[in-house]
């Protein structure tokens, strides 16, 4: 499998920034079924050209795999096919930050579209050239297609191979996002997929152009209908989110608890947190980012909270919060009071639309701080709730956090912890671009230097 990316944008060899790619050198990354190769077969000011290889290790793929079954069997016998359906594991893996559409040295630039040419080889494309240019082309891509003889229908499927051109002007990271849905969409049927995770994967790689794509049922359709056993456990370990929740749910919590526990913060955090919501006078609520549903369970017992939304990506945590809440079980809530939702925060859901009031607690911390402005928007232009309770760590309260080391977080999955100023500059912005007023307060004990150890806003409108 081959993918070349080109641009004729001026210095051409930014691409190399772009990609986090040195065009210089020769980049390999072991993916557990293979290698990926990026290098650049062309690197100057006036066009530069960066591929990507696949190296598919069909020994390394079954490696550790007691039984076997057909699927197996394509896997090691269609390498074409398989390298195809690799194609966005090794995007993600090799090009993520490109794919978020960051760049360290060239920011701008990440954000801007620039001249691409594109070539895909072999691609998988059931649904013909004519499917093929139902995806790309309203995408604003000029699609060339040609067929490749020969290959991929050993296994009786009549499966087509196609190489496939795409030029256009769009950011690098808007590519790669339509690559790593479509190329699997073209492949229906035949890739695999890691599980509950991928409807928010999908929301979050589709966001800005999958909801206005005139195929998008059918994009979505055949991007989370096959769901392959096998494929599940060739996959869980090469995707490192899920890999990490599935090898120790147990223990995703425990760190940042066991450093809270001794100052009661928990308590004291969800304490602050529904009485912002009683004084707000909101009757329902959405609890954004519910996790087991700590605070769904305290707020059943508020009488004025007539209808109660969690909505939540991890399909695991809502299956804990099921049980905590008792849903669908006598003595539980009833019918219609509390509903789970499993659903991305950066995309924006209409579910959630009209709801008076939301919370947002130790939630933001875990997004990567490049999908906040979606989740803004998403949050403060869409959905436009009246009264909205975040929730953040105050990082310079773990100093007084005797086991937690200098600079450490205090959970392994938070991606950043601020300071009490980085979380007022990120509160006066979205005041500023969504018409909101919020005002600061300190959750726990409160030390005279550090502040207090959860810092929290209530915006209003
Ligand atoms: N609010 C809960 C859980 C906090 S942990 C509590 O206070 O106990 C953070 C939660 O946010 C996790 O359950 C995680 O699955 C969820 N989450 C993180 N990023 C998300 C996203 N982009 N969309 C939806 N949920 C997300």
Redesign the pocket.
């Known amino acids: 499998m081959f993918l070349s990316i080109a641009t004729t944008h001026r210095p051409a060899t930014d691409l190399g920034y772009l990609l986090h790619k040195h065009p210089e050198r020769v980049h390999e990354t072991e993916l557990g079924f293979g290698k990926a190769f990026v290098f650049y077969p062309e690197a100057t000011d006036a066009r530069c050209e960066a591929a990507l290889v696949l190296d598919i290790d069909p020994v390394g793929l079954v490696r550790g795999r007691g039984s076997s079954d057909g699927l197996l069997d394509q896997y090691v016998n269609d390498r074409p096919y398989a390298a195809s359906s690799f194609l966005s594991v090794a995007l993600a893996r090799t090009l993520r930050t490109a794919m978020g559409g960051t760049s360290k040295e060239r920011p701008e630039l990440a954000l801007a579209a620039i001249p691409l040419d594109v070539a895909v080889t072999p691609l998988p494309a059931r649904g013909g050239e004519r499917l093929v240019r139902d995806l790309f082309e309203p995408l604003g891509w000029t699609v060339e297609v040609e067929a490749i003889e020969g290959i991929g229908s050993q296994a009786g499927h009549g499966s087509r191979y196609v190489s496939l051109r795409l030029r256009g002007e769009a950011r690098l990271s808007a590519l790669l996002n339509h690559l790593y849905v479509l190329i699997p969409v073209l492949d229906d049927g035949k890739h695999y997929w890691v599980g509950e995770d991928e409807i928010?994967k999908l929301l979050?790689h589709g966001e800005g152009w999958l909801e206005t794509h005139p195929a998008k049922e059918l994009i979505v359709q055949r991007y989370l209908k096959h769901r392959r056993v096998l494929a599940n456990m060739a996959l869980a370990r090469l995707a490192p989110e899920t890999e990490d929740e599935e090898a120790a749910p147990e223990r995703r919590?425990a760190p940042e608890e066991a450093l809270e526990r001794p100052i009661r913060l928990?308590d004291a955090?969800m304490d602050a947190v529904i009485d912002a919501l009683r004084a707000s006078g909101a009757k329902s609520v959405a609890?954004?980012?519910?996790?087991?549903g700590?605070?769904l369970a305290r707020l059943m017992r508020e009488r004025w909270a007539e209808r109660l939304i969690g909505?939540?990506?991890?399909a695991r945590?809502l299956e804990r919060a099921v049980k905590r809440l008792k849903l669908h079980e006598s003595g539980g809530p009833p019918e219609g009071r509390i509903t789970l939702l499993h659903?991305?925060?950066?995309y924006r859901d209409k579910r959630i639309a009209g709801v008076d009031a939301a919370?947002?607690?130790?939630?933001i911390e875990?997004?990567d701080p490049d999908?906040l402005p979606s989740?803004a928007r998403a949050l403060f232009r869409e959905a436009r709730p009246g009264t909205v309770v975040v929730t953040t760590p105050n990082a310079e309260y773990n100093a007084l956090f005797p086991d937690l080391a200098k600079g450490a977080f205090r959970h392994p999955?938070h991606r950043f912890e601020w300071t009490r100023r980085q979380f007022r500059d990120w509160v006066r912005s979205i005041e500023t671009a969504f018409g909101y007023r919020a005002e600061l307060r300190d959750i726990g004990h409160v030390n005279e230097e550090l502040g207090s150890p959860t810092q929290m806003a209530v915006f209003t409108r």
């Not at 919370?359 to 939630?363: N, S, T």
């Open positions: 928010s979050s919590d928990n955090r609890d954004l980012g519910c996790g087991e700590k605070l909505v939540d990506a991890s945590e659903g991305a925060l950066t919370a947002l607690v130790e939630v875990h997004l999908r989740l999955d």
